[in-house]
């Protein structure tokens, strides 16, 4: 029963130990160390706002603007870090600005009832245009010394990235399992109008996933800016497809209500190793999309014939 109630998380499991095991063949030198470094420093901002995705996407809402509030909330750290503001400021600052953004969302969604997907698609482009406008399409420079990796070294802020994004997968993995909230999630996403007869707040609740999507957009921008001694800010472009993909892959259900946190690190993983697998196999790189987007097809259709099955068997 366990393993039925997991079969999607196994199927994503196997499925990357496949590529895995392809490329490990044909290509050996893709274990090397430093390749397997890059591709975990590449998904660590791809997995934190995939944990937001998977809340907002377990609770039957979505959010595609997380790419544009990827590029603002990187704006805003540089922004921040160049009138010099300390260090120790800017994270906090950084997510104030991404739980903002969030929350124009979730008053959107939650209080005016409007479709998520309409809401988000024009904050998207409201917010990409807004500051396209504010920088004229300029990257930020003139950074402080000390802002690329925090100031550690090399190898110190390589692994601070990882660290943190493993640390929240964990964290909010177990917070979906054991505390209350987690239960209100999946509850809201399963069925609104029975969970307001148990006296769960369903507009509450909305709001509260796009908030903390915004917050975890924000660190995820946080960690992918201090890689570099810039700011971009045409950054993000795309992202919110790698967030939602990931998420799909993983098992999360997008009509609500089913999905785990495990399932979205394992989806986050194998759409995230597909490109540089196709890059050591010396297969065009114009194929990756086209790969991912079948993987996607394939996640979505078992999602869908499990979803047959299941009402089958209920009738």
Do not use: C
């Amino acid at each position: 029963m366990r393993l039925d109630r997991h079969r999607h998380e196994l199927f994503v499991a196997v499925a990357y130990l496949a590529l895995l095991a392809v490329v490990g063949t044909f290509a050996k030198g893709f274990f090397a160390a430093g390749n397997l470094r890059d591709i975990a420093l590449g998904i660590a901002p791809v997995l934190v706002a995939a944990i937001g995705m998977t809340l907002v996407v377990i609770g039957r809402q979505i959010d595609i603007s997380i790419g544009s509030q990827l590029a603002i909330a990187g704006v805003v750290m540089g922004t921040l870090a160049k009138a010099g503001v300390p260090l120790a400021l800017l994270a906090p600052l950084v997510l104030l600005a991404g739980a903002a953004m969030g929350a124009v969302n979730g008053v959107l969604v939650a209080v005016f009832e409007l479709p998520s997907i309409v809401v988000t698609l024009a904050t998207m482009v409201a917010w990409r245009e807004a500051l396209r406008w504010i920088t004229e399409g300029a990257d930020i420079y003139g950074l402080p010394d000390d802002f690329q990796w925090l100031g550690l070294s090399l190898a110190g802020g390589r692994t601070l990235i990882i660290g943190v994004a493993l640390l929240l997968l964990v964290a909010f993995a177990w917070g979906m399992r054991n505390l209350a909230v987690g239960r209100t999630v999946y509850a809201v996403g399963s069925d609104a109008e029975m969970s307001r007869l148990l006296g769960i707040r369903p507009r509450r609740v909305t709001f509260f996933l796009f908030v903390m999507m915004g917050v975890l957009t924000a660190a995820a921008a946080f960690l992918a800016s201090i890689r570099f001694p810039q700011i971009q800010t045409n950054a993000g472009v795309g992202f919110e497809l790698q967030v939602v993909a990931a998420t799909v892959v993983g098992g999360t259900a997008v009509s609500g209500g089913r999905g785990t946190l495990v399932g979205t690190l394992l989806g986050v993983l194998l759409l995230g190793t597909v490109g540089t697998a196709l890059t050591f196999l010396h297969v065009s790189a114009h194929w990756e999309r086209a790969l991912q987007g079948a993987i996607i097809l394939v996640a979505v259709g078992a999602d869908a014939l499990h979803a047959r099955k299941a009402a089958a068997r209920a009738t």
